[in-house]
């Protein structure tokens, strides 16, 4: 990693030391509610008016059900880096409500397939509902963690994730897990938030930082 003097100096970049078990429980609670209540609004951006402004196409959100797209809260387009390719392997981490998944079982086609792991039950339960509105049998969701992937190694040929990195507190981990997952040759399509400066140890030790 760059100093941000040009000097290109290595940064060690130490994990989060807030309590992981704490840390889950409210950023599910949060997303249960997202998954749940999505008319209560939160304090990001969410459903339609948030994919329209990260760039998704009009044709791709009319095959998905409303619930579906209600649901949405990423923070980027994990598509605009290329479309899935008919018979890939997919993993998508922490897939809340479905809203990428779908449209990945949709590019790959029923000789593909899409694995879908979220640590929120309620998200996992709303894709899974979504692929079974829209008829798609190469979708399976998983229970689990970004940190602790349940994938085998070399298993998949593309993972795909949108705004969950950054809600990881070990990052370094995270990324060691989607390596693990990738076959030789693989891809990573990851939209997420990137900040430019430090993140003080203390910020990141608070959990309320994290999801309020």
């Known amino acids: 990693m760059d100093d941000g003097n040009g000097g290109g100096r290595a940064v ?8 992981r078990d704490g840390l889950r429980s409210a950023v599910a609670a949060l997303y ?9 609004g939160a304090h990001f951006h969410t459903g339609r008016p948030l994919a329209a402004m990260l760039g998704y196409r009009e044709a791709d959100l009319s095959q998905l059900p409303g619930a579906t797209v209600d649901s949405f809260a990423g923070t980027g387009n994990p598509f605009v880096m290329g479309r899935l390719r008919p018979g890939e392997r997919v993993l998508d981490v922490g897939c809340g409500a479905g809203f990428d998944t779908l449209q990945a ?3 790959v086609g029923p000789e593909g397939s899409v694995l879908a792991v979220d640590m929120t039950p309620a998200m996992l339960a709303k894709a899974e509902a979504g692929a079974r509105a829209m008829g798609l049998r190469n979708v399976e ?8 992937l349940p994938a085998a190694d070399a298993s998949v040929d593309v993972v795909i994730s949108n705004g ?3 809600l990881t507190p070990d990052k370094e981990a995270t990324l060691k897990e989607m390596y693990r997952v990738l076959r030789p040759g693989g891809r990573l ?3 997420d938030i990137v900040v430019h400066k430090e993140v003080p140890q203390d910020a990141k030790d608070d959990i309320a930082l994290w999801s309020g």
């Not at 060690?12 to 309590?19: E, F, I, Y």
């Not at 249960?32 to 209560?40: I, K, Q, S």
């Open 164 to 166: 969950v990195v950054n």
């Open 105 to 107: 079982a949709l590019q």
């Open 141 to 148: 969701v998983r229970l689990g963690f970004a940190e602790s």
């Open 32 to 40: 249960t509610n997202v998954a749940v209540r999505p008319e209560d």
């Open 12 to 19: 060690a970049v130490a994990p989060a030391k807030v309590d």
């Open 189 to 191: 399509q990851v939209g």
